[in-house]
């Protein structure tokens, strides 16, 4: 039977251990307070209307006898090849679900921790500044991941059974890697410039305006080079966030680059923006402010 | 000792915040005093491991501060000065999420952090959002999440800041709770020297980043001076001019009592001696219990 404590303090007769995964359970509060935020659960389900929308048209492409009707009797209306795979992940709507995602789930990461003067706390704990930053960072993987590889895994395995054969395996062995590579771009990507972004400012809402801004914005000053006669290349596509995940898809798919630049080009500024992130990152996340 | 440190120096840039500091700390609470600008937190912020020394060398329950800051802080709590919270959570989640950080079991932090919010009497308001708490619950949950993995020595720094008088008297309470019969050594930073005088055993006194005096208050009191409180009639002026001349320092309070700060070894009957010199007659003369303003005015050089 437990012994009835009175109210005072008692020693605790467990033992610290210093944990395997000390980012764990930063990472699985992140990820509670997310879901704790009134608009974000709708926000969330919503990222998932890509993926059963796909999942109908691999249906569709499998039973295709069924639905001639609809379509007017055509033949091979919608092909489950790579290429189908790419314009998943790739699609505009998805891609924009992910970042209104980041804007609800992302932005107060850090930026919540420097209002409130948590990081102190954080690191008078036995945490180092990388655990801090994974724990944080794991959050956004989780959202990410669970919008663009589950779905994309998922919508593999039911084309396999919808198919009733291993074909599509053996016509695309690579493709799984594919899937996973372009999802790990773009996690480790918006992982980075969530991260960049709530580190800059203590207002959580402010930073989660820039997040949705700059993203935006990009796409929208992509339109503009592009629509002014004399500026108008394909080099102004790297530019936009959008234009540079579509050149990187492309690639990592093997299909077509929709526009003639290298997609070495946009690896690159992808890689340049996640680079600056870890510096603003290691600069800004420290236990004490220090004011010289 | 709970805390060594040898030399330890370090700087902001062209500003010196420690100037070769050197202590050793043993059981009990001890007071870190000093004026603005003294480096009490900056030390307090080397211990912990947030900075790293110039210079110099020290350990934190034998742990090296260079080289064992996660043992360090596995087994230190830390009472930080400003608010602290996370915004949308409640007390006891954050309290456990803070013991599961320092590496508790999750289920035993859970349990756990019941038990220190009802120590630090939050338990009505545990499951309250934190946002809504007011500035004297927040000191109480800075305190749990400071306790809630049982550490063997507490940091607090200043933590009576921005209290209202009742809310201060409950909170020194806790401390002295803490410190006095929980087995947990205390380092007590703040300005408020009534607070260090009525918690603390030792203390340290640092200014302008060195290190000023150290040790127990009873020793400091005594050793160095000894204090007389004296009230004469007659003409004061001369009487005060001659004790400072014997290289005592001299006080006067509004109500004309002299407060004399006498040297170690040199006997009270000078005062009679230097009475009786400049023709004053002594009313009152009492020896008084040096008050911990009194030597920290007398250390530091201020009034």
Not at chain 1, 149 to 157: S, T
Not at chain 1, 181 to 207: D, E, I
Not at chain 2, 198 to 210: E, M, P, R, Y
Not at chain 2, 216 to 230: C, G, I, N, P
Request: net charge positive; glycine share 8%; aromatic share 12%.
């Amino acid at each position: 039977m437990a012994t009835i404590r009175e109210k005072g303090y008692y020693h605790w007769d467990g033992r610290l251990e210093a944990r395997r995964f000390p980012w764990w359970p930063i990472t699985r509060t992140g990820i509670q307070l997310a879901f704790k935020k009134k608009w974000f659960k709708f926000v969330f389900a919503a990222g998932f209307a890509p993926a059963v929308v796909t999942l109908v048209l691999i249906y569709i492409s499998e039973r295709l006898e069924d639905f001639k009707s609809m379509f007017g009797g055509k033949g091979q209306l919608i092909t489950v090849n790579p290429k189908f795979f790419m314009d998943f992940l790739t699609n505009g709507g998805l891609v924009f679900i992910i970042v209104m995602v980041l804007v609800f789930a992302g932005a107060g990461l850090i930026a919540d921790d420097l209002k409130h003067n948590s990081l102190q706390v954080y690191f008078a704990r036995p945490l180092r500044k990388n655990d801090y930053l994974l724990g944080k960072m794991a959050v956004i993987f989780f959202f990410v991941l669970l919008l663009t590889l589950v779905p994309a895994i998922v919508l593999y395995i039911f084309k396999l059974i919808f198919a009733g054969s291993f074909r599509f395996v053996v016509d695309y062995p690579w493709l799984l890697l594919s899937v996973a590579g372009f999802s790990a771009v773009l996690t480790v990507f918006f992982a980075f410039y969530t991260l960049l972004l709530s580190a800059l400012s203590k207002n959580s809402r402010y930073v989660m305006i820039i997040v949705f801004t700059v993203y935006l914005f990009s796409q929208i000053l992509y339109g503009i080079i592009n629509s002014i006669r004399g500026l108008h290349g394909p080099g102004t596509a790297l530019v936009s966030i959008y234009e540079n995940l579509l050149q990187v898809a492309a690639f990592l798919f093997g299909q077509k680059p929709p526009h003639a630049v290298h997609p070495g080009w946009s690896f690159l500024i992808l890689a340049a923006v996640c680079v600056a992130s870890a510096v603003v990152l290691n600069r800004k996340i420290r236990g004490v402010e220090v004011i010289r | 000792m709970s805390i060594e440190v040898s030399n330890l120096s370090f700087r902001y840039g062209d500003i010196r915040a420690l100037d070769g500091v050197s202590f050793k700390l043993g059981e009990g609470a001890v007071g870190l005093l000093g004026p603005n600008g003294a480096g009490k937190s900056t030390l307090l912020r080397i211990l912990l491991g947030f900075l790293s020394p110039e210079k110099g060398e020290g350990t934190v329950l034998g742990y090296d501060i260079r080289r064992e800051q996660a043992a360090i802080r596995r087994a230190i709590g830390y009472m930080p000065e400003d608010d602290c919270f996370i915004a949308g959570m409640d007390a006891v989640t954050y309290t456990a999420y803070f013991g599961e950080l320092s590496g508790m079991p999750r289920q035993e932090a859970m349990k756990r952090a019941h038990e220190v919010l009802f120590y630090v009497g939050l338990e009505e308001s545990r499951y309250r959002l934190l946002d809504t708490y007011s500035a004297g619950m927040k000191q109480r949950l800075k305190m749990a999440q400071a306790l809630v993995h049982d550490p063997k020595l507490l940091f607090l720094d200043e933590p009576t800041a921005n209290l209202d008088p009742q809310g201060r008297v409950e909170v020194l309470e806790l401390i002295g709770d803490v410190a006095s019969h929980k087995d947990i050594q205390v380092l007590l930073s703040s300005h408020i020297l009534a607070d260090i005088e009525t918690l603390c055993a030792s203390v340290v006194i640092l200014n302008k980043g060195k290190l000023a005096a150290e040790g127990r208050l009873e020793d400091l009191r005594t050793v160095d001076y000894s204090l007389f409180e004296v009230r004469v009639k007659g003409e004061d002026g001369a009487f005060r001019r001659d004790l400072e001349a014997l290289k005592c320092r001299v006080e006067e309070t509004e109500d004309r009592l002299i407060k004399v700060y006498m040297p170690a070894g040199m006997d009270r009957g000078e005062i009679f001696r230097a009475a009786s010199r400049t023709g004053v007659q002594v009313r009152q003369f009492v020896k008084s219990q040096t008050k911990l303003e009194d030597l920290f005015a007398q250390v530091v050089g201020v009034d």
